[in-house]
């Protein structure tokens, strides 16, 4: 299924019970898991295997109102054949799960008799992703769209954040109303985000700090990847950038990592330059830790949203968790 059948479905309200979600885009999955929530009138329940499932399904007054199970990369769900996800499906009733898969092994069983319910979310084109900013801040220029875009490296998760910091500054902006004003508002706004970029407050992250970073993560190297983590605050790098950096490359290495066939390129989409990267970090964690390890950089990135953990210290939590 592609994204606009999905869509299709969930305008019409014939949206399936069981669902697999995959792919880099992370934030537009997001989306969508809370569009199907809404469109059901369900609950969104995240969970950490499918056995949480059936505990719950057992509980009356906790299904009081339908559940959207959310789990990621399962290995029993993974390993089920046809009938067992048949039961699961009779047992689900009016209730909803999604299955959010890091990587999706094409040669697999899983694969092939799940086909029609994987929805794979790839990175947005510029176009759609300028028509989406616009829709957050109609007033920003098509230069300064695209300038947004690069510094975000066409990620819609990052330029949300991006585009949250403008607003902001925007508001308790006010020593000018004349300015503010001045062509509906489109001139302030382009005024307040160039500032925001000359003084590095949207700004392009230092990329080699990053990436020292995250191979001396999946090196295995504790006292080297503290130590870089500290160089990264200190010049002002993101959480949110750092986990999300992190997450692409233990995706790219788990991919390599567990492959066994001849062609990676082909049946993962991970480029030249990716499969080379991943391969210097070869065996230095397990493919079960791997899996672990994407669980917990999801569980970070979600608890820095909803204020669970704070974002000061959560990539030290994270390394104290993986290392």
Request: charged share 30%; net charge neutral.
């Amino acid at each position: 299924m592609d994204v606009s059948t999905l869509k299709n479905r969930i305008k019409i309200k014939k949206i399936p019970n069981y669902l697999i979600f995959t792919g880099p885009e992370w934030k537009v999955q997001q989306i969508y898991i809370e569009q199907i929530a809404k469109a059901t009138n369900s609950e969104i329940v995240r969970i950490n295997s499918i056995k949480d499932v059936f505990y719950s399904l057992r509980s009356k007054a906790f299904l009081s109102v339908s559940k959207l199970f959310l789990v990621r990369d399962d290995t029993e769900l993974l390993q089920a054949d046809s009938n067992v996800i048949q039961s699961i499906l009779d047992a689900l009733q009016s209730n909803l799960l999604i299955h959010v898969l890091t990587a999706v092994d094409k040669r697999k069983k899983y694969y092939k008799d799940n086909k029609e319910r994987i929805i794979e979310f790839e990175p947005l084109p510029d176009t759609i992703l300028k028509k989406y900013i616009k829709k957050e801040i109609i007033t920003l220029s098509d230069k300064n769209c695209g300038i947004l875009i690069e510094i975000c490296e066409h990620d819609y998760g990052r330029i949300l954040l991006e585009i949250d910091k403008l607003k902001r500054y925007n508001n308790v902006t006010w020593e000018n109303r004349d300015e503010r004003e001045r062509d509906g508002g489109q001139y302030w706004l382009n005024h307040c985000f160039e500032t925001l970029v000359e003084d590095g407050t949207i700004h392009e992250p230092p990329y080699d700090a990053i990436f020292d970073l995250v191979d001396a993560i999946l090196d295995r190297k504790p006292k080297t990847a503290f130590a870089l983590l500290r160089e990264s605050y200190d010049s002002g790098e993101a959480t949110m950038v750092m986990l999300t950096v992190l997450w692409n490359n233990a995706k790219a290495l788990l991919q390599t990592q567990a492959y066994e066939g001849k062609d990676l390129a082909k049946s993962s989409g991970l480029t030249g330059w990716q499969i080379k990267n991943a391969k210097k970090h070869l065996g230095k964690y397990s493919v079960s830790e791997l899996l672990k390890m994407l669980q917990l950089i999801q569980q970070t990135e979600i608890g820095i949203k909803q204020g669970k953990i704070e974002d000061s210290f959560a990539m030290e939590y994270l390394l104290c968790q993986i290392l």
